[in-house]
Structures are given as structure tokens and as C-alpha cells.
């Protein structure tokens, strides 16, 4: 069972450059997340999707686009990106209604120089 | 306001000892409460759910205090594998994303 997978694990970006983070689950979850982790800052939600043809804005959404393509799919674009964007970035799932259990993948490490 | 809270540590524990970890949340509707553990470079991955009459998986037993809106989660007889952050979750009433503590530094040393 492969479980959420992100692409692509590791990114190097200029200032500016753009890019799409691309997240896949295989577990028939109505839900799935985006967040970005810090150090010292602990899991922020970035945007989420409850269902299928919808998203929401979660606490950090500023610099950042998600498209549900699909019950399987969400995606995280950064349309111009900045060096605050450098993050560890986790998108997730779980069974609706919202509030079980989160499945996260493995992460994707973004350096914006 | 925070949401929900965990003291950062590190906690530092020789093998083999007890050792606890509280989070408080503050929202006194909230109803669904996890355990998840993270290694270092890692994704999250889940420990323990936590019910209201408590819940325990071998070494560990995780708590649930309603009245001071805390949960716990105790190890037992540490192994230098347990070393990690623990974080909690907290699920809110209605269709709304859990919410993360920033975790507890845990390290077992030999």
C-alpha cells in the first residue's frame, strides 16, 4: 500500500521561480491537507480540501495555490516563490467527517534560494 | 491564543525510565485526540488514538482529563527507539481539520 505520495521529494528554487507540489493518496480519503513544518513552529495547515470540489484556507495560505483534481489528487503551487517558502511541506488524508486521524506522506523538502 | 499546547522539551530520560507528556487543548467541544509520533526528518506517523476511558498499546498509555482539558500519554521502561517528538491532535466539533500541537522532544539515553 503506497498510502499518500508527494512529488517531488527534494526542490531547490530561485526567488521568483514557480513550481507545483503534487500529492496522490490511495486510500478512497474524502479529505486531504497541505501543511508546512518549521522548526519551532510545529505543523502549519497551509489549505485543505474536505471533499472533492472543494478547498479551504487554512492558517498560513498567503503565497500558495491548491487544486483538487480528484478524490485521489491535491496539488500545492507556489506561483512566485520566496525564501520564507523554504520549508518541509506534508500533504495528508483522512476519512470525512474531518477531525480522524490524519495518513501524511513522506514530505517534501523545498529550499528557496 | 493557542489552541493546543505541549511543553517542547527535551526530555531526557535514561533507558528504562517512566517518563509523561501533556497536551491541553483549549476548547472544551473538542472530540477526537491523537498521538502521533515524528522521527527526526520524518513524516508524523500515528501513535495512539485517545479515547475518553483511556487507551493503552504495550508500553504506552495515552489519557484523556475532560475536566482540565488535557490528554496524557505515559511510556513505560523507555527504549533508546522511542526517542523522537511526540505530537498531539485535536479534532474540534463540526467538519473542521485536527489541530497540531508543536510536540514534545523526547530523547532516551543509554
Known amino acids: 500500500n503506497a498510502g499518500v505520495t508527494q512529488t517531488p521529494k527534494f526542490q531547490v528554487l530561485k526567488t521568483g521561480q514557480s513550481m507545483t507540489l503534487q500529492c496522490a493518496q490511495d486510500?478512497?480519503?474524502?479529505?486531504m491537507y497541505w501543511y508546512r513544518q518549521d522548526p519551532g513552529m510545529g505543523l502549519r495547515l497551509i489549505y485543505y480540501?474536505?471533499?472533492?470540489?472543494?478547498?479551504d484556507k487554512g492558517e498560513v495560505p498567503n503565497g500558495y495555490n491548491v487544486s483538487r483534481l480528484n478524490k485521489r489528487e491535491f496539488s500545492l503551487r507556489l506561483e512566485s516563490a520566496a525564501p520564507s517558502q523554504t520549508s518541509v511541506y506534508f500533504c495528508?488524508?483522512?476519512?470525512?467527517?474531518?477531525?480522524?486521524?490524519?495518513?501524511f506522506g513522506e514530505g517534501s523538502r523545498l529550499t528557496v534560494l | 491564543r493557542k489552541e493546543v499546547e505541549q511543553d517542547p522539551g527535551p526530555f531526557n530520560v535514561p533507558e528504562g525510565a517512566t517518563v509523561a507528556f501533556n497536551c491541553t487543548y483549549s476548547?472544551?467541544?473538542?472530540?477526537?485526540f491523537f498521538w502521533y509520533r515524528q522521527d527526526c526528518r520524518k513524516e508524523p506517523k500515528l501513535l495512539m488514538s485517545v479515547y475518553s476511558s483511556g487507551n493503552e498499546d504495550g508500553r504506552f498509555t495515552a489519557q484523556l482529563n475532560r475536566a482540565s482539558q488535557y490528554i496524557s500519554l505515559l511510556i513505560r521502561d523507555s527504549k533508546l527507539s522511542d526517542s523522537a517528538t511526540y505530537l498531539c491532535a485535536v479534532g474540534f466539533s463540526g467538519n473542521t481539520p485536527l489541530v497540531f500541537g508543536k510536540g514534545t522532544r523526547l530523547s532516551v539515553i543509554a
Open positions: 486510500m478512497n480519503h474524502n479529505s
Open positions: 476548547n472544551s467541544a473538542s472530540q477526537s
Open positions: 480540501s474536505a471533499s472533492e470540489g472543494t478547498t
Open positions: 495528508a488524508s483522512s476519512e470525512a467527517p474531518m477531525g480522524r486521524e490524519l495518513f
